[in-house]
């Protein structure tokens, strides 16, 4: 539970000793280990609603009877409700695993339980929050969340505070919306002043006006503090003498009381005058401004009306989202309009470059609507210098040049809280120790100094449904001065009811929006707290995370191994590469957390290394390769084996990580930078990278190398598929299909025939395929065949003829879709017939499929591993090689052992062979190598679901093949 301030500010979060365990409070947990508080929430919350519906008006009428109830039609509808949602959940298990410590892709992860329950509960009662009359309680949510968001952001929210503008903040769908909306916002503030005076000047030629002419005149003498470019310094000019572009490069927060300061300049005189009355011209005044503004005339007339011959610019960095020059077709100026600034070589935005672009502006009278700081880019995980941007804005201010300085917090906002104390006396916790300690990583020194001056921005887009961990969609923004917002209302009679209504839709570019995402945020906030204590600490060991996969990315790689793995962030300044490597290899690699924050080395190099918000960028090159095409074929080979397509069957993704890409233009000498280091030529080619976005708190540092060694593994597959070409390959049967059975399943088991004459054949992999249904009875036969001739079934790839657009290797036949059919038709050969006769197979599943490691400093396990798969007709056995020379041993097993579920056996398992050495066994006093499974029966032992140790027996059917594997000819 939190505690807010009493002006309904950002609550921050309860003080433990051991601040992390109060995490496992917050979320389901991947197992869903807290499946039993959620459902006690869930059930308590849908027992109120019932509650709320049979209170309202008691004596009303049951309309849905149990003679209803009992009718056909009725349990017919029913019946084919459950089925068909009972479908949907079963289709949602193939949804990408946002919850597991595998899932390292996307800025997203699980969502906080209050956030979840409090979405869920708000949604019963489905509210509109375009209207306050449609969300009387939502749209109170949604204003508290506006509220807590612009208090952690550092805004001012407190009416009494005179020396800051009050500030508002609301919920959009997302951060594109709320990009969008800042630029919209900043675009018609920019041109208020000028329909201020064409306004006063339409007063003149009206006698009925509520205005006469020499109150008109008044105002158009109104003194405003302009630069002069004669003078070259600011001085008091009357409003109608001022230019064009003076106007446009008025201070917004004065722009945004500007109509209401000229009403009241008019008539400061004017003792007699009733407050009732002045709020009265000051109304009517408004609506001839929003008559003589963009919003009624569009930009086209507005800017011919004024003779503005320049179309308005605004900046973003190079690496800006994609909502910014969406933003700019939008608003009708076009993407055009945007100027991207360049990157230094850190990724960030070149403050040197903007200084460019704004003198360029300056010098040619173009006026600049704003300036777009990136807290968190996407790919690259910078956070923009804001401090530095602002600073250089008051610079230019002072000749003339004015505009909005926008902060895209859309990834990175939430990060402001972990700069925000909890105060307080610490809560005891259990007298359990410090188990599954896992430390708070603070920002580094540069991203401590943004965010203490994020509050200078104008806007801050801010999402919610990112690191704030809601769910989607939560989007939002931010205004430091609540008045910004004003020039994009569009307050209609049907969703506004009045100056007191406080309806939330007649501002932003959304109408109708779900109450439950205000309801939702606002639990996770008041529940969490937004600071170092609830989400900062999230968000802090989150950052260890992030900084723990940097040291893994940076030494996954072997010094043997055929390929390089390149972060983006250049390893902290005082260390070389390989001093890097060295220490992490020492300090890091495979420790456990709390001993690696006792080492202070280790700690100093965690704080200053890596990604500036949690997001890991990194580069897989092939030792040697020049070419970048070949690279970022690979990064398509990785991303494809490690993301959930549709048709992807989840469960056989281990590992999730997002691809990219860095644009050679925008990303200039910082990507020629990085290229070099990644052993590729410093040319205009855009590169694929990789990214992983580090969302779980819970990551152990152990479990992060383990994830490496599969990512290593992986990447091995992949330099296959990209570089191997066109051979043949043998495969065996491993698990016989059923024919004498009446059911539709014919499927069937293969092993690969792994050979070490070239990297073509340095594979292992297991897959179950199935027959077309004409080739069946040819197959029936051969099985047949051989079995009587005592040979083993062996099938041989034939490769398709004619072009080839993707190379029939091992990867592309046993993973590529339609490779069955068309003209990527392989065809099966029948090796042990006469005929060589051919078959058509479709591969239906591929339990195993994984390139030897011929790394030196791979060595034999302690005991003999096994993979053990199938399914509920067959169990198969097969020996996991690793150093060379080894063996391939393949064997049926009598059935599935005891307590290995159907489901595990589906998925495959690797088992260790009790009391049989890992190392190969040879003939005494010989160099022949025999099979380690001298008996039929024996005690295995594996890991179960959750991660427990199951001990148990297997019993050997028969072996389907025994061969020694010996390492290649050099």
């Not at 917050?26 to 197992?31: A, T």
């Not at 308590?44 to 049979?54: A, C, K, P, Q, S």
């Not at 777009?372 to 956070?383: I, K, L, N, Q, R």
């Not at 401090?387 to 895209?408: H, S, T, V």
Request: with cysteine; proline share 5%.
């Amino acid at each position: 539970m939190s505690s807010a301030n009493d002006s309904g500010g950002a609550p921050v979060g309860d003080r433990y000793k051991e601040q992390y365990k109060a995490l496992s409070g917050w979320f389901l947990g991947p197992r869903a280990e807290n499946s039993d508080v959620f459902m006690d929430i869930f059930k308590d919350m849908f027992e109120e609603h019932i509650r709320l519906r049979n209170d309202y008006f008691p004596s009303d009428p049951m309309y849905i009877t149990e003679e209803i109830k009992s009718s056909w039609p009725y349990q017919k509808e029913v019946k084919d409700m459950k089925a068909k949602l009972s479908k949907m959940q079963k289709e949602m298990t193939n949804s990408v695993p946002f919850f597991s410590p595998r899932y390292q892709g996307h800025m997203l992860w699980d969502v906080t339980m209050p956030s979840l329950l409090g979405f869920m509960g708000a949604m019963f009662s489905n509210q509109n929050n375009v209207d306050s009359a449609a969300s009387p309680v939502t749209t109170n949510f949604e204003q508290q969340v506006g509220r807590q968001l612009c208090d952690m952001l550092g805004y001012n929210i407190d009416k009494n505070n005179a020396k800051e503008p009050l500030a508002w903040g609301h919920i959009a769908c997302g951060g594109s919306i709320a990009n969008i909306e800042a630029l919209w916002a900043s675009r018609n503030i920019k041109f208020v002043p000028l329909a201020v005076r064409a306004a006063l000047n339409s007063l003149l030629n009206k006698d009925d006006a509520f205005l006469d002419r020499e109150q008109v005149s008044r105002a158009l003498d109104y003194s405003l503090e302009v630069y002069n470019t004669s003078s070259k310094k600011i001085e008091n000019t009357a409003l109608k003498d001022c230019t064009s572009w003076q106007l446009l490069n008025l201070d917004i927060d004065f722009v945004c009381d500007f109509p209401e300061t000229v009403i009241e300049f008019v008539f400061k005189n004017d003792k007699d005058i009733s407050l009732d009355d002045l709020d009265k011209h000051m109304s009517d005044f408004k609506v001839v401004v929003e008559n003589e503004g963009i919003m009624s005339l569009g930009l086209f007339r507005f800017m011919e009306k004024h003779d503005l011959t320049h179309t308005p610019i605004y900046t973003a960095p190079a690496n800006n989202h994609y909502s910014w020059p969406k933003a700019g077709t939008l608003l009708g100026i076009g993407s055009g309009a945007l100027k991207a600034i360049q990157l230094d070589t850190q990724f960030r935005q070149d403050v040197s470059h903007l200084r460019e672009v704004l003198q360029d502006c300056l010098d040619k009278q173009v006026p600049v609507l704003s300036v777009t700081a990136v807290m968190g880019s996407t790919e690259e995980s910078a956070v923009d210098p804001i401090k530095e941007m602002y600073f250089l804005r008051e610079e230019f201010k002072e000749k003339g040049l004015n505009y909005a300085l926008l902060a895209d917090g859309a990834w990175g906002g939430y990060f402001k809280t972990m700069l925000r104390d909890s105060p307080g006396t610490d809560i005891p916790s259990s007298k359990n120790g410090g188990d599954g300690f896992v430390p708070y990583c603070e920002l580094s020194e540069y991203v401590t100094e943004q965010y203490n001056h994020i509050q200078l921005a104008d806007t801050i887009t801010i999402d919610p449904h990112k690191s704030g961990f809601c769910p989607y969609p939560g989007g939002g923004l931010c205004y430091r001065n609540g008045k910004m917002r004003y020039p994009i209302a569009l307050f209609h009679p049907e969703v506004f009811h009045g100056e007191d209504d406080p309806t939330m839709g007649v501002y932003g570019i959304e109408g109708s929006k779900p109450g439950a995402g205000p309801a939702g945020i606002l639990m996770s906030h008041n529940i969490i707290g937004l600071s170092n204590r609830g989400y900062g600490r999230i968000l802090g060991q989150c950052t260890t995370t992030a900084k723990l996969f940097y040291t893994m990315w940076l030494t996954v790689a072997r010094d043997d191994d055929p390929f390089l793995c390149v972060p983006l962030q250049e390893v902290p300044t005082g260390y070389t590469l390989e001093s890097a490597k060295a220490m992490i290899k020492q300090k890091i690699a495979y420790k456990p957390i709390a001993e690696i924050f006792q080492d202070e080395t280790a700690k100093d190099f965690l704080k200053k290394c890596g990604p500036d918000t949690m997001i890991n960028t990194f580069v897989v090159n092939i030792r040697g390769e020049k070419d970048p095409k070949v690279t970022n074929k690979l990064q398509v080979a990785l991303s494809d084996a490690m993301n959930v397509f549709v048709g992807t069957d989840a469960s056989r993704v281990p590992l999730l990580i997002m691809q990219s890409g860095l644009d050679a233009k925008k990303h200039g000498k910082g990507l020629k930078e990085f290229k070099k280091r990644a052993g590729l030529p410093e040319d205009d080619e855009d590169l694929n990278v990789m990214a992983n976005c580090c969302m779980n708190p819970w990551q152990w540092n152990e479990s992060i190398f383990l994830i490496g060694d599969l990512f290593r593994l992986m990447v091995l597959n992949c330099i296959g598929r990209v570089k191997d070409v066109d051979v043949s390959h043998r495969f065996i049967l491993s698990g016989p299909p059923n024919f004498d059975c009446n059911c539709n399943d014919k499927s069937f088991f293969l092993e690969y025939m792994t050979c070490s004459d070239r990297l073509e054949h340095q594979y292992q992999a297991s897959i179950k395929v199935v027959a077309d249904p004409a080739d069946n009875a040819k197959l029936k036969h051969y099985i047949e065949s051989c079995i009587k001739e005592n040979m083993p079934v062996l099938f041989e790839t034939v490769s398709p003829e004619g072009n080839k657009d993707i190379v029939p290797n091992l990867y592309n036949i046993l993973h590529l879709k339609d490779w069955d059919q068309g003209k990527y038709r392989v065809g099966w050969k029948f090796v042990n017939d006469a005929n060589h006769a051919q078959i058509r197979l479709k591969v239906l599943d591929v339990p195993r499929y994984q390139r030897l490691d011929m790394s030196s400093s791979v060595s034999y396990p302690m005991k003999q591993k096994y993979f053990i798969y199938g399914d509920g007709d067959r169990t198969i056995m097969s020996h996991v090689m690793s150093k060379l020379p080894d063996f391939q041993n393949t064997v049926r097993l009598s059935g599935r052992p005891h307590l290995m579920t159907e489901r595990m056996l589906k998925q495959g398992v690797v088992a260790e062979i009790e009391g049989v050495e890992g190392a190969p066994l040879f003939k005494a006093d010989s160099k022949e190598m025999l099979t380690p499974l001298q008996r039929s029966c024996y005690e295995i032992s594996f890991k179960g679901e959750l991660y427990s140790t199951i001990n148990t027996t297997i019993n050997i059917e028969d072996t389907v093949i025994f061969d020694t594997i010996v390492p290649p000819i050099a």
